[in-house]
């Protein structure tokens, strides 16, 4: 059974701080990762998308690496900025069944201080 | 602006209600998701809809009723909930080929409590 377990489940930098999210899986057979973006009481926003053949993904300050033999991604934020603070999810895709289904991890809470 | 949304968007119920949740996508997609979000714990699935026929029930309680009459809306009917159920309910569409999904898009979230 995959499990996505995320650490830190919460973190606090200030303004214009490098950071780095981790997200590691237990099944590496996936098909694609995501990471999500998800705001106060909100829904959530796809950030990135690797496929599993991909290493990374960048979009912006974002980027995002996967390396499957180790089940493992990390998501890189350049010079945060207090808009960045949310709720960050990855979610990993597996292979097989009539609809295959997400499986999330809890989340890093990221508060980025002015 | 996310092409999901989601109606009410804060629900309070007494658990001898009856009310349903309703999920409306605008991106053309063939397969629409109701996932279960509480404190603490990771986004459940609940109900997978692809084209329309129902292909996952990842055993959820009878007391939640799903209903897809077509490929842009999706209903969740509520029936004797527990104070337990009270928790942000989120819908996502995506576009399903060959049995992949692709990125998953999101609604807002019904925001639910059970008293």
């Known amino acids: 059974k995959q499990e996505v377990t995320q650490i830190p489940a919460a973190l606090s930098v200030p303004e214009g701080e490098n950071l780095v999210l981790n997200c590691s899986f237990t099944?590496?057979?996936?098909?694609?990762l995501q990471w999500f973006r998800q705001d106060p009481g909100k829904g959530l926003t796809s950030l990135l998308l690797i496929q599993s053949s991909q290493r990374e993904q960048t979009s912006g300050r974002l980027n995002a690496s996967l390396d499957k033999s180790s089940g493992r991604s990390t998501l890189y934020i350049a010079a945060s900025q207090p808009g960045d603070s949310a709720t960050y999810l990855c979610a990993v895709s597996g292979y097989g069944g009539a609809t295959n289904k997400l499986i999330f991890g809890t989340g890093t809470l990221l508060a980025v201080q002015p | 602006e996310t092409g999901v949304t989601q109606t009410p968007r804060h629900l309070v119920m007494g658990m001898t209600n009856k009310k349903s949740l309703k999920c409306e996508q605008h991106?053309?997609?063939?397969?629409m998701y109701w996932y279960k979000q509480s404190a603490k714990k990771p986004l459940e699935l609940m109900f997978v809809?692809?084209?329309?026929?129902?292909?996952e029930n990842n055993s959820v309680p009878s007391r939640f009723s799903p209903e897809c009459p077509n490929s842009s809306h999706l209903f969740l009917h509520l029936h004797t909930l527990q104070p337990e159920d009270s928790a942000l309910y989120l819908c996502?569409?995506?576009?399903?080929?060959?049995?992949?999904?692709?990125?998953?898009?999101f609604g807002p979230g019904t925001r639910l409590t059970v008293l």
């Open positions: 991106l053309g997609h063939n397969a």
């Open positions: 996502a569409s995506s576009q399903v080929v060959q049995g992949y999904i692709d990125t998953q898009y």
């Open positions: 099944d590496s057979a996936i098909y694609n």
């Open positions: 809809y692809s084209l329309e026929e129902r292909v």
